[in-house]
């Protein structure tokens, strides 16, 4: 008898907490001021915006002190947009940055919003403890439905903490990068480009893994600052690795670093066939 009072004891005690969490969560929510709202359908691609993740002061993850993520990012950005321009001449190409430096998460959505973009393609490498963890990931923003996306999101939006200001600015709606709630939050966003994001996603994973050595983990959801006022469809890639052997060996290399450069044009040319067909 004890046992069965004392489990649900248990069981009422993490109903309890649940509820707390919600509470805080659905507070926070009222409070956390409204994203962008879309302007127009978006049924063709002339602009898009490229983002280098990380830079500056913010170098993003180490791979085995042999490559930094900002590093990684800005090559294969700039790749990106060279082979969309040449391969697409009707598309303009503009980026967050060109150069290693330092951007606010804000200014790069922000960036996009004002071109008056048809897409944003934020470009990153992931990192793990467990060195084994390997592959590319190809996110859109969205409720995260395991742990390890929520990672991921923690780390990708921990960058704002190179902002002295991040703490005070109200472009940030008062975002703890240490707080679970503030990640829930920003998981539960409603994303108006949800399933053009997803289509792009898809389209990322399918031609990246047909053309690079680093293998698929496929394309998830979850709540990433720099998605989260984009007023158009917006993707994140995680192109691999840095903490593993194989795919940071793979991303070093300029026949890597094209590859992907290549997946993710071929991408972008089925979207931008798709939704104009359309």
């Known amino acids: 008898m004890g046992q069965i009072i004392g489990h649900k004891t248990l069981k009422t005690s993490r109903l309890l907490k649940i509820s707390g969490s919600i509470a805080i969560t659905s507070l926070l929510l009222l409070l956390m001021p409204a994203a962008k709202l879309p302007k127009k359908t978006i049924n063709e ?32 950005v700039l790749k990106v947009g060279k082979l969309i321009t040449e391969q697409l001449p009707d598309v303009k190409v503009l980026y967050t940055r060109t150069t290693d430096k330092a951007l606010k998460l804000s200014d790069r959505p922000n960036y996009a919003n004002k071109q008056d973009a048809d897409l944003f393609i934020s470009v990153h490498c992931n990192a793990n403890n467990n060195s ?35 703490q005070n600015n109200d472009l940030y709606g008062g975002f703890d ?16 480009y949800l399933n053009q994001s997803l289509r792009l996603s898809s389209y990322v ?22 998605l989260w006022k984009t007023s158009m469809p917006s993707i994140l890639i995680e192109t691999g690795f840095l903490t593993n052997h194989d ?10 670093q094209w590859n992907v450069a290549k997946g993710v044009l071929n991408a972008v040319v089925r979207y931008k066939k798709h939704i104009e067909k359309k």
């Open 45 to 76: 691609v002339k602009t898009i915006v490229l983002d280098a993740g990380h830079g500056g002061s913010d170098p993003g993850c180490n791979g085995a002190n042999e490559i930094w993520e900002k590093e990684v990012t800005l090559d294969v």
């Open 132 to 166: 084994s963890a390997k592959g590319s990931e190809t996110y859109f923003m969205g409720l995260h439905k395991e742990e390890g996306n929520l990672n991921v999101a923690k780390r990708e939006n921990s960058a704002i903490t190179f902002e002295t200001d991040y």
């Open 205 to 226: 994973e399918e031609e990246t893994s047909k053309l690079t050595s680093i293998r698929s983990r496929g394309v998830k959801q979850a709540g990433f600052l720099v």
């Open 177 to 192: 990068p240490n707080s679970p709630e503030s990640h829930i939050i920003f998981s539960l966003v409603q994303n108006a």
């Open 247 to 256: 795919d940071r060996n793979y991303l070093k290399t300029e026949e890597g």
